[in-house]
Antibody, heavy 117, light 110 residues
Framework: QVQLQESGPGLVKPSETLSLTCTVSGGSITNYYWSWIRQPPGKGLEWIGNTYYGGNTKYNPSLKSRVAISADTSRTQFSLKLNSVTAADTAVYYC???????????WGRGTLVTVSS | QSVLTQPPSMSAAPGLKVTISCSGSSSNIGKNYVSWYQQLPGTAPKLLIYDNNKRPSGIPDRFSGSKSGTSATLGITGLQTGDEADYYCGTWDSSLSTGVFGGGTNLTVL
């Protein structure tokens, strides 16, 4: 079955760029939308944005100026870049697959990214 | 402050039924589909309901979803101690042009 795995640095310095990759195993990334969602410690979920294998992307307006999401169909991966990070960007970052009109049926286990000097 | 409003906590006894509400507006729940997620401590969210009332394969029929106007509800019957978790609703907000989630409801089964 399809599984997702996030990877990337667990510690990022303030003002630098957070970069994460989500590897999709057991299936193709074509024909689906793929999202990044984050959860600050002890808080709720925040949708960051999504991508479609053809290159279409949508971003949360509150992050749009700092975020980029892209897909690499040859590697069955999609990535997240968030620049100019601050402590407020400290969170568990999840990648997830869309189904239906607005739902996420498959999630990665999540990776904690801490922004600190 | 979340766009979608959920009660922060609820509790109920094993075997009973609980309904968790999710209140929004005409730009989100009022015109888009709602999904519900269960998050056990230290784990990723798990999809329980999508497109307002559909259950993914493997989700027991103890879980149900409904929507009316600008509110949605998650129902859980035959409560079990394993249902203790945080529950989140989510949808698209057409005015904000972003996906939105409720603040989450912590369910205690005691």
């Amino acid at each position: 079955q399809v599984q997702l795995q996030e990877s990337g640095p667990g510690l990022v310095k303030p003002s630098e760029t957070l970069s994460l990759t989500c590897t999709v195993s057991g299936g193709s990334i074509t024909n689906y939308y793929w999202s990044w969602i984050r959860q600050p410690p002890g808080k709720g979920l925040e949708w960051i944005g999504n991508t479609y294998y053809g290159g279409n992307t949508k971003y949360n307006p509150s992050l749009k100026s700092r975020v980029a999401i892209s897909a690499d169909t040859s590697r069955t991966q999609f990535s997240l870049k968030l620049n100019s990070v601050t402590a407020a960007d400290t969170a568990v970052y999840y990648c997830a697959r869309h189904i239906g009109m607005w739902a996420f049926d498959i999630w990665g286990r999540g990776t904690l990214v801490t922004v600190s000097s | 402050q979340s766009v979608l409003t959920q009660p922060p906590s609820m509790s109920a006894a094993p075997g009973l039924k609980v309904t968790i509400s999710c209140s929004g507006s005409s730009s989100n729940i009022g015109k888009n589909y709602v999904s519900w997620y269960q998050q056990l401590p230290g784990t990723a969210p798990k999809l329980l309901i999508y497109d307002n009332n559909k259950r993914p394969s493997g989700i027991p029929d103890r879980f149900s979803g409904s929507k009316s106007g600008t509110s949605a509800t998650l129902g859980i019957t035959g409560l079990q101690t394993g249902d203790e978790a945080d529950y989140y609703c989510g949808t698209w907000d057409s005015s904000l042009s972003t996906g939105v989630f409720g603040g989450g409801t912590n369910l205690t089964v005691l």
